[in-house]
Nanobody, 124 residues
Framework: QVQLVESGGGSVQAGGSLKLSCAAI????????IGWFRKAPGKEREGVAI????????AYADSVKGRFTISQDNAKNAVYLQMISLKPEDTAMYYC?????????????????WGQGTQVTVSS
């Protein structure tokens, strides 16, 4: 069973930075995707960024392009989300998710495995 553990959330002021980490435990797939999603109060969960571990290609939601960067460390079986120039509208619970296959999009349906989430709060 795949286990995903997020860390790195917290509270920052607008313009600040945070780096989220996702540790994939017991995942033995060689080519798959890891994605970051977020859910703000009163809103649906949305895709933020994905990385395809086979070729390290990435995709981002328009709202975070240029501010967020997703990366991977294969040796540590970890994926990171570096967030800069944070805005109050980035406030949400952030979830790490893993796909079964190397094909994926910024849609929840492509990701059957989920972590518990880490809270990010950005104050103005």
């Amino acid at each position: 069973q795949v286990q995903l553990v997020e860390s790195g959330g917290g509270s920052v002021q607008a313009g600040g930075s945070l780096k989220l980490s996702c540790a994939a435990i017991k995942y033995t797939g060689s080519k798959h995707c890891i994605g970051w999603f977020r859910k703000a109060p009163g809103k649906e969960r949305e895709g933020v960024a994905i990385i395809r571990t086979g070729d390290s290609s990435t995709a981002y939601a328009d709202s975070v392009k240029g501010r967020f960067t997703i990366s991977q460390d294969n040796a540590k079986n970890a994926v990171y989300l570096q967030m800069i120039s944070l805005k109050p509208e980035d406030t949400a619970m952030y979830y790490c998710a893993a796909s079964r296959y190397g094909f994926c999009r910024l849609y929840e349906i492509d990701f059957p495995y989920w972590g518990q989430g880490t809270q990010v709060t950005v104050s103005s």
